[in-house]
């Protein structure tokens, strides 16, 4: 008889997203003339770059005749060389010398984040920032690091709170060492954007404990301040401590395209083994790599004509920003990102909890957001609000909620 992965059986629920997708879609069964809008659930809307669109068109055509139709890749991670070799360019102009076999391109950055887990062992003990992406926390229950689950926390994982007492960013954890640690900056759900001296210092505590830094930075691209770190490796040791996922779905709006890249450093060694060994290992056996065609279209965003297009559409999204984060302070909420990421997040009135606002202003503004309590016990009390939406929806979005207000 087979036997299933007892760690399922005990995550809460559902993910966060499908809930939030019952809740709305229970709303607009019951109120069909309705019409929601969805600040919700991160995703853009707004088209794929042109200069993306003609390198597809070219690529798919490349495809269509067999002198040059592509089949598997057998290049280095799984990677083409002239995808590998731009992100390698791009980083070297921002002052960062990464090797090109230092790069894995993969579907994205949520697959890498969730999958990085199984080149470490179970005993590893994890710690994430709270409020944290959903991610972090599930797969590393499912692989059976994170304990039990007692309706609030895991029991083995470290809560690493990030309030605004503390900037949302965490100070070092007393007592218990994590061997894994979750870093995202620009923050998902917070949009806190980490300082050079606030990471300086979780690399030198992961350096001098042998950790390694899960750094998240899917939305470096959204960074409008200056001094703000871009990469974990613009930071001092930062390569014999740290892994860093990014991501073209929010950067080129590739979330229905789908392509990624995580990089690690060559000299990132634990236990006498290289982790880029290690990886590139994993992903030899469990990934045949991202299609031609769309890893074609990746390389066109780091063109001069593809990083002015991308940067509009990201301009764009941050007027959205700007418009829910003026709009929701003139309603009299406390709120906080929307400045270096694509996410606003807000205080609840007083005594109202996360999920209770949440259905508040599906039910009464009928705008869609995200309950802050999803995202961990230091999320409650918050809703998160995303910044992908169309324009004029945006500004209605923030006129329905201060109406109710």
């Known amino acids: 008889m087979a036997h299933i992965n007892q760690n399922f059986l005990k995550l809460p629920g ?30 853009v809307t707004q088209p794929l770059a042109p200069a993306v669109i003609e390198a597809m068109h070219k690529a798919v055509e490349e495809m269509g005749r067999k002198e040059t139709f592509r089949g598997y890749c057998e290049e280095t991670c799984c990677a083409y060389d002239f995808l590998r070799f731009a992100i390698r360019d791009s980083y070297k102009a921002a002052g960062v010398e990464i090797a090109d076999d230092e790069i894995f391109v993969s579907d994205g950055a949520k697959s890498d984040c969730g999958s990085i887990g199984d080149i470490f062992g179970l005993d590893n003990v994890v710690a994430v920032c709270d409020p944290v992406y959903p991610v972090y926390v599930d797969t590393n229950a499912m692989a059976g690091r994170a304990g039990d689950y007692d309706g609030e926390k895991w029991t083995d994982l470290i809560y690493l709170p990030c309030t605004a007492e503390n900037g949302f960013f965490p100070a070092l954890p007393e007592g218990k060492v994590p061997d894994l640690i979750y870093i995202c900056s620009p923050n998902n759900p917070t949009g806190a954007a980490a300082t050079r001296e606030q990471l300086q210092m979780w690399v030198d505590y992961a350096n001098a404990h042998g950790s390694v830094i899960l750094y998240d930075s899917a939305y470096e691209a959204f960074i409008t301040e200056p001094g703000i770190p871009h990469s974990i490796f613009e930071i001092e040791g930062a390569k014999t401590c740290a892994i860093e996922f990014r991501s073209f779905s929010k950067t080129a709006g590739f979330t229905g395209t789908r392509c990624a890249y995580t990089v690690i450093p060559k000299a990132l060694v634990r236990d006498g083994a290289s982790l880029n060994a290690l990886w590139s290992r994993r992903q030899g056996t469990k990934f045949n790599g991202v299609a031609y065609v769309t890893q074609r279209a990746a390389e066109a965003t780091f063109t001069a004509e593809g990083q002015k297009q991308i940067k509009e559409t990201i301009a764009f999204y941050l007027n959205n920003a700007k418009v829910i984060k003026e709009g929701l302070s003139a309603a009299g909420l406390n709120v906080y990102g929307g400045v270096n990421a694509p ?49 004029d929806a945006t500004v209605e979005a923030v006129e329905r909620i201060k109406d109710i207000l």
């Open 14 to 43: 559902g993910y966060l997203f499908p809930e939030i997708g019952r809740r709305v879609r229970a709303f607009s069964a019951e109120n069909p003339p309705k019409s929601l809008i969805r600040l919700g659930i991160g995703d």
């Open 343 to 391: 996410y606003i997040w807000a205080r609840t009135p007083e005594g109202v909890s996360s999920w209770d606002f949440f259905d508040v202003l599906l039910k009464k503004a009928c705008v869609v957001t995200t309950p802050g309590a999803g995202f961990g016990p230091s999320g409650e009390g918050y809703i998160r609000l995303t910044a992908f939406g169309d324009a």
